[in-house]
Nanobody
């Protein structure tokens, strides 16, 4: 079972940037498509960005042009660079396999507020 640990969240003003990291344990990490998800209070968890094992990416329409997902398979790590942050990006952010079949980590809180 792969364990996932997210980090890098925090409080940022609108227009600011954050870089999230997700470290995974186990050798299978690098062979899987991965995704960043978020869950805002009172809302369902949604897939924000995905990346295949070969680096092809996809994004939720509302974050296109602002967020960039990447991965370093040698480090078993997936990143989410978030620029031009908006208050509506406020949520707990999680990473998981693209089909969300692994156990969830604790997530990392992102708060965008002035």
């Amino acid at each position: 079972q792969v364990q996932l640990v997210e980090s890098g969240g925090g409080l940022v003003q609108p227009g600011g940037s954050l870089r999230l990291s997700c470290a995974g344990s186990g050798s299978s990490f690098r062979f899987n498509a991965m995704g960043w998800y978020r869950q805002a209070p009172g809302k369902q968890r949604e897939l924000v960005a995905g990346i295949t094992r070969f680096g092809a990416t996809s994004y939720l329409d509302s974050v296109k042009g602002r967020f960039t997902i990447s991965r370093d398979n040698a480090k078993n790590t997936v990143y989410l660079q978030m620029n031009s942050l908006k208050p509506e990006d406020t949520a707990v952010y999680y990473c998981n396999r693209a089909d969300a079949s692994w156990s969830w980590g604790q997530g990392t809180q992102v708060t965008v507020s002035s």
